[in-house]
């Protein structure tokens, strides 16, 4: 079993609508969660991170964290065709080194 | 300028070639590292370096070797090449605990 699970996609959604991503992971000592956003042929970049658990929020972006239950999501709201991207969760347990899922493809249609 | 650069960008190589892909940074990190990623696999660590003096090695550093030739450059090598480090290869770097900033990546074929 991977310490991080995360669905591959792709996820295809229209422009406007609600998007969740998600993951598990197996790991009780990680503290940070991470999101990396990686566009087609770049490396990627950090869209957010939350410390334990609880809720984040960035603009149109929604981060949340249950520590109890293993599981992190990532919310996107009005999604828009430039969202289109993979997004990696990365949790750590604060070392630096990181922990990456595998990504989820998602693409917003107009 | 970008902040963390890799060479080359692509590179197609045969079995058996040594190779190396070199990372360079003007973020005055101290922390660098090499990833790979494969479809489905996602991103796995290779080597890390906390400063000049100190690397480490990852998940998967068989087949592998790296430099730490000064605190902004980081270079991974591939003694002798084989078709499964066919990948695409990040550095990135970062200043302490928390967020990694990445290079553009190296497209690597392994024919």
């Known amino acids: 079993q991977k310490e991080v699970e995360q669905d591959p996609g792709p996820l295809s959604v229209p422009e406007g609508a609600i998007v969740s991503l998600n993951c598990t992971y197996s790991?009780?000592?990680?503290?940070?969660f991470m999101w990396y956003r990686q566009y087609s042929r770049k490396g990627p970049e950090l869209l957010m991170y939350?410390?334990?658990?609880g809720n984040k929020e960035d603009g149109r972006f929604t981060a949340q964290v249950d520590k109890s239950s293993k599981y992190i999501s990532l919310f996107i709201r009005d999604s828009q065709p430039s969202d289109s991207a993979t997004y990696l969760c990365a949790p750590t347990r604060g070392g630096n080194k990181l922990t990456f899922g595998t990504g989820t493809q998602l693409k917003v249609e107009l | 300028d970008a902040d963390v650069t890799q060479t080359p960008r692509n590179r197609i190589t045969k079995t058996g070639k040594r190779i190396m892909l070199e990372c360079s940074q003007t973020k005055g990190h101290d922390r660098m590292y090499w990833y790979r990623q494969d479809p489905g696999l996602g991103l796995q660590l290779i080597y890390y370096s906390f400063d000049v003096k100190d690397i480490n090695k990852g998940e998967i550093s068989d087949g592998y070797s790296v430099s730490r030739q000064a605190q902004a450059k980081f270079s991974l090598s591939l003694e002798s090449a084989i078709p499964n480090q066919t990948a695409l290869y990040f550095c990135a770097t970062s200043e302490g605990r928390g967020e990694q900033f990445f290079g553009p990546g190296t497209r690597l074929t392994v024919l």
């Open positions: 790991n009780s000592a990680f503290q940070y």
């Open positions: 939350t410390y334990s658990s």
